[in-house]
């Protein structure tokens, strides 16, 4: 499984983005993804998660209520809808996919990550 994160930038706070995440290498529908950010000299946190059919979703506390994630099969993709940025949701932003039986949307156990894209939000 290979993944290709894309669409982070350098916006203003109260800004929103999409972030792209393609996946290939296997039929997407069989994977769950999830986004993961990382700040400079912080653990990566988890932001959301989606199953594979597109119909279970979770957040992580700090992102809940403005960042949405959503998935499209045909288009081997899944998106990170950020809304309402602010500068502490300034990181790298990956994507990982986990190839799995059960239809969770969960927070741990990622087997294929992506190389990230960097989002900068100004205050």
């Known amino acids: 499984v290979q993944l290709q994160a894309s669409g982070g930038g350098l916006v203003r706070a109260g800004d929103s983005l999409r972030l792209d995440c393609a996946v290939s290498?296997?039929?997407?529908?069989?994977?769950?993804v999830g986004w993961f950010r990382q700040a400079p000299g912080k653990e990566r946190e988890f932001v959301a998660a989606?199953?594979?059919?597109?119909?279970?979703?979770s957040y992580g506390d700090s992102v809940e209520g403005r960042f949405t994630i959503s998935r499209d099969n045909v288009k081997n993709t899944v998106y990170l809808h950020v809304n309402s940025l602010k500068p502490e949701d300034t990181a790298v932003y990956y994507c990982?996919?986990?190839?799995?039986?059960?239809?969770?949307?969960?927070?741990?156990?990622?087997?294929?990550w992506g190389q990230g894209t960097l989002v900068t939000v100004s205050s």
């Open positions: 989606i199953n594979r059919s597109g119909g279970r979703t």
């Open positions: 990982a996919a986990l190839v799995t039986l059960n239809d969770s949307a969960v927070n741990t156990g990622y087997d294929y």
């Open positions: 290498g296997r039929a997407v529908r069989l994977i769950a």
